[in-house]
């Protein structure tokens, strides 16, 4: 069964603190993995797609990298306007429609 | 210019009732989306247009309607509501089918009471 997982499902980092968030998933065959941010009371906001093993996309302090199994969301010296729930989506060869995590949120304090 | 608008923003009423949803995008694009956010956030496709054709119809009570009179329009019908249909409701629509780019309205809050 396609099944997308993320963690942790909450993180609390002081401004400037470096981490990373993960997104592990099991798809029959990758159409391509896709990073979303969301504000409260916002709809999601597309950020990156992710078509292979080994590929990364960067954007301001985000950048998404993707293995076989898990793609990861790394924040570098994060903001407190980069607090927002980050949502990690999969697309199968075998559907047509993208298999959603159940998001992290992530929280900076000045 | 707003890219994928819904109205209306909050929706309140009682159980029983009928209610409709609309959604409006100008960004030509062929596939339009509702999905369903529940209170813990997670999102789950209900239905999935392509040029004002059905391609995905989720397991979703027949309760609700999509009507796509066009392809820049996708409005939910829901009939007979119930409790359990409290939720965020949200719009979406992709160039295409392999669409992982999604563009997102900003969601409509239904409560029922």
């Known amino acids: 069964e396609d099944q997308v997982t993320q963690s942790p499902e909450a993180l609390r980092l002081q401004e400037g603190e470096s981490s990373s968030l993960n997104c592990s998933y099991t798809?029959?065959?990758?159409?391509?993995l896709f990073w979303y941010r969301q504000d409260p009371g916002k709809g999601p906001e597309f950020l990156f797609t992710?078509?292979?093993?080994?590929e990364e996309k960067e954007k301001e302090r985000l950048k998404a990298t993707l293995t076989k199994k898990e793609s990861f969301l790394h924040i570098t010296a994060p903001k407190p306007e980069d607090s927002a729930t980050y949502l990690c989506?999969?697309?199968?060869?075998?559907?047509?429609?993208?298999?959603w995590g159940a998001g992290t949120k992530l929280i900076i304090k000045p | 210019d707003t890219a994928v608008s819904q109205t209306p923003k909050y929706l309140v009423t009682q159980m029983g009732n009928d209610k409709s949803i609309k959604c409006e995008q100008n960004?030509?694009?062929?596939?339009m989306y509702w999905y369903k956010q529940d209170s813990k956030k997670f999102l789950k496709i209900m239905f999935s247009?392509?040029?004002?054709?059905?391609?995905i119809n989720e397991t979703v009570p027949n309760r609700f309607s999509p009507k796509s009179p066009d392809k820049a329009h996708l409005n939910l019908h829901i009939n007979s509501l119930e409790l359990g249909d409290s939720a965020v409701y949200f719009c979406?629509?992709?160039?295409?089918?392999?669409?992982?780019?999604?563009?997102f309205g900003p969601g409509t809050r239904l409560t029922v009471l």
């Open positions: 989506a999969v697309g199968a060869d075998s559907n047509y429609q993208l298999i």
């Open positions: 798809v029959s065959g990758l159409r391509g």
């Open positions: 992710l078509y292979s093993a080994g």
């Open positions: 960004l030509g694009h062929d596939t």
């Open positions: 247009y392509n040029n004002k054709e059905l391609i």
């Open positions: 979406a629509s992709s160039q295409d089918l392999s669409g992982g780019e999604q563009f």
